[in-house]
C-alpha cells in the first residue's frame, strides 16, 4: 500500500473535522466533478452544477482551508482550484460511495456511471481487501477499537460556523449518493453506524458510548431502519430491541472505512488513531484497498475509466 504523507495536524483539526467536510452532498459534487470532468474554475463548477455562487463559494473556501482543493492565480484575472494530495487521496472514498449506490439504490444505478478497471477491460464493482494480504474484507472479519472518547469525531468551530444558516441542498435526488449523504451527512448517524460495525445492537450501548440524548439516538436509529442499514428485532430474551446491521448496512463498510482512513491520514493525530481496524485473518492493522472484483487486482487512481449509464 503506498503510504500518503502525512501532516502535522492543526490544533483544531481533528477527523470529525473531514468527516463533517466530506459529508456534504455540494462538496462531493465539487470533488467529483474535479475528478471526472476535470473542473478547475469557478464557472465550470457553477454552470454545470447549477449551484448559487454564494453556497459555491462557501464550499470552495472550506476545501481551501482544509487543504483539499489549493487556490491558484493563474492569470490577473483566472483562480483556479486544484486537487491537492490529500485531495487526490479521497478518490477511494468516491469509488466506495459510487459502488454502494450502484448496488443498493435504483436511482443511482440509473443515473451514475460504471467504473471501468482499465488493467482488465472489465466493468466493475470494488471490493474491499486488507493492503497486507489482498483477502477481501467485511466487518465480521476485523476487530475495532474506537477512541475512548468522541473528542476526535467532534468538529471545529470555524466550519460549524460556516454552514450555520441553511444553505440549499441540490434538488435532483439524482445529483449524486441520495441514500449515502443520509448516513455520512449527520455526523450521529455516522457515529450510530461506527458503533455497529463495532459490535453494539443495544440502545443503552448507543447511548452509553455516544453520550448523546435518547430523543435523538432514537431519532438516528430510526433513520438507519427505514434506509435498511440496520434492522429492528426483539432479543432473545423479548426484554428489548436490538439493532443489527443488514447485508446492505454490511455492504457500507467500505465507505465508512474508507472514509475514516483518509480522515485519519490527512486530519487526525497518527499517534492516537481515532478508530483502530485490525484484520483477524493477518493479525495485522488493516489498512484498506479497492480491488478489482473481476481481476482481483489493486485498483490505482490511475487505472479507472468511468462509463455512462446505460
Do not use: N
Amino acid at each position: 500500500m503506498t503510504q500518503q504523507r502525512q501532516p502535522a495536524p492543526a490544533p483544531t483539526r481533528s477527523v470529525g473535522t473531514a468527516l463533517q467536510l466530506l459529508g456534504d452532498r455540494w462538496t462531493l459534487l465539487l470533488l467529483r466533478d474535479a475528478f471526472l470532468l476535470r473542473h478547475r474554475r469557478f464557472h465550470e463548477w457553477r454552470d454545470a452544477l447549477g449551484i448559487s455562487d454564494a453556497v459555491l463559494s462557501s464550499r470552495l473556501a472550506d476545501l481551501v482551508d482544509a487543504r483539499v482543493l489549493e487556490r491558484r492565480e493563474v492569470s490577473a484575472v483566472h483562480v483556479e482550484y486544484w486537487l491537492t494530495e490529500s485531495g487526490l487521496d479521497v478518490w477511494r472514498s468516491l469509488v466506495a460511495m459510487w459502488a454502494w449506490e450502484r448496488s443498493w439504490v435504483e436511482v443511482s444505478r440509473r443515473t451514475q456511471p460504471a467504473p471501468v478497471h482499465v488493467a482488465c477491460g472489465e466493468r466493475t464493482d470494488p471490493v474491499l481487501v486488507c493492503g497486507h494480504c489482498l483477502v477481501a474484507t467485511t466487518p465480521r472479519d476485523t476487530t475495532a477499537r474506537l477512541a475512548s472518547t468522541a473528542a476526535d469525531f467532534m468538529t471545529d468551530s470555524s466550519l460549524r460556523r460556516r454552514r450555520s444558516s441553511k444553505q440549499l441542498e441540490p434538488s435532483d435526488p439524482s445529483l449524486l449518493f441520495p441514500e449515502t449523504m443520509a448516513l455520512i451527512g449527520d455526523r450521529t448517524a455516522q457515529l450510530v453506524l461506527a458503533l455497529a460495525f463495532l459490535g453494539s445492537r443495544r440502545f443503552s450501548d448507543f447511548e452509553r458510548r455516544l453520550e448523546v440524548s435518547p430523543s435523538l439516538l432514537a431519532d438516528r436509529l430510526r433513520r438507519l431502519v427505514r434506509i435498511g442499514v440496520l434492522a429492528r428485532t426483539k432479543s432473545a430474551g423479548g426484554g428489548h430491541a436490538d439493532y443489527r446491521l443488514t447485508d446492505k448496512g454490511i455492504d457500507f463498510f467500505p465507505v465508512t472505512i474508507e472514509l475514516v482512513q483518509w480522515a485519519q491520514r490527512w486530519f487526525g493525530d497518527p499517534r492516537r488513531p481515532a478508530l483502530e481496524v485490525t484484520h483477524v485473518a493477518c493479525g495485522e492493522v488493516f489498512a484498506g484497498e479497492l480491488a478489482c472484483d473481476r481481476c482481483a487486482v489493486v485498483i490505482e487512481r490511475t487505472t479507472l475509466q468511468w462509463q455512462p449509464p446505460s
